[in-house]
């Protein structure tokens, strides 16, 4: 079946570093992409999401691929900030139509 | 102005009662989903409903039943609590089903004691 793999957390840096979240994928076809974020106590929000090979989804400053070569999907920032504290979760809607996430990973931003 | 409405926010109750989580949804989506987060973050759909047909049931105990009474509502009713069942339950919604983006609701916390 479809699954979607992350990196580990905590990612902990501080405010104005680099972000990088890496997250493959596997999955029949051609899946549509997401980021979705949950800050503390509260629902999930779409971040950002690409439906074909090569796109770029961004948002906020944070950007993301399609890499359908490495079946990838890594989110990217280049300046975060404290407020960017948050679970990130990757995600696939795939031949099965259900919308997989995968285990996220907690981002926590120092200033 | 909400999208997507859960009530209530927090559910506290004892093993075996049985209990009801709403959910609305003012965006004029035809399809409505629920989700459950466990302690660990980890998210995994539950049921999807298209035009208040189901489409997606998933390994769910028969425990859970959910019911769209129209487009606009998907209600998720849970009998004969479990400690098991403690999570956070979030409903959301699609345009259509398939590859459309799905809105969240802010989840219900439920603890079963």
């Known amino acids: 079946g479809d699954s979607v793999t992350q990196m580990e957390g905590p990612v902990t840096l501080s405010e104005e570093a680099f972000l990088t979240i890496n997250c493959t994928y596997t999955?029949?076809?051609?899946?549509?992409l997401f980021w979705y974020v949950q800050y503390p106590g509260e629902g999930l929000q779409l971040l950002l999401k690409?439906?074909?090979?090569?796109d770029k989804g961004s948002n906020k400053g944070f950007e993301a691929t399609y890499r359908k070569e490495t079946t990838s999907f890594h989110l990217e920032k280049g300046s975060v900030q404290v407020s960017d504290s948050a679970v990130y979760f990757c995600?696939?809607?795939?031949?099965?139509?259900?919308?997989?996430f995968g285990t996220g990973t907690r981002l926590l931003v120092s200033p | 102005d909400t999208a997507v409405s859960q009530t209530p926010k927090y559910l506290v109750t004892q093993m075996g009662n049985d209990k009801s989580i709403k959910c609305e949804q003012n965006?004029?989506?035809?399809?409505m989903y629920w989700y459950k987060q466990d302690s660990k973050k980890f998210l995994k759909i539950m049921f999807s409903?298209?035009?208040?047909?189901?489409?997606i049931n998933e390994t769910v105990p028969n425990r859970f039943s959910p019911k769209s009474p129209d487009k606009a509502h998907l209600n998720l009713h849970i009998n004969s609590l479990e400690l098991g069942d403690s999570a956070v339950y979030f409903c959301?919604?699609?345009?259509?089903?398939?590859?459309?983006?799905?809105?969240f609701g802010p989840g219900t916390r439920l603890l079963v004691l």
């Open positions: 959301a919604s699609s345009q259509k089903a398939g590859t459309e983006t799905q809105y």
């Open positions: 999955a029949t076809g051609y899946p549509s």
């Open positions: 690409a439906t074909k090979a090569d």
């Open positions: 995600a696939l809607i795939g031949g099965f139509q259900k919308l997989v």
């Open positions: 965006l004029g989506h035809d399809t």
């Open positions: 409903y298209n035009n208040k047909e189901l489409i």
